[in-house]
């Protein structure tokens, strides 16, 4: 989970890391496109985006490994 708190509408909040952990018995593959490596979906997804990370295309994580991913966001939209 992320919480970027209060966000000022058009400014880049400070980018947060998630680890993405491999709970399975498989390696686990990302196949996104190489150069963005995981996508981010459901309402308000476009004010995400991943910048960054060890989470890759071509990168495998290994049964219970780990991997991370470094997201911004930036409030498109005025709200409480």
Request: glycine residues 16%.
């Amino acid at each position: 989970t992320l919480a970027f708190g209060n966000a000022e509408f058009g400014v880049p909040a400070p980018t947060q890391t998630v680890t993405v952990g491999n709970t399975g018995t498989a390696t686990l593959n990302f196949s996104a496109d190489p150069r963005a490596p995981a996508a981010i979906s459901g309402t308000g997804a476009a004010d995400y985006v991943v910048t960054g990370g060890t989470c890759t295309f071509g990168t495998p994580v290994a049964a219970g490994g780990s991997c991370t991913l470094v997201v911004r966001f930036t409030a498109s939209v005025v709200g409480s």
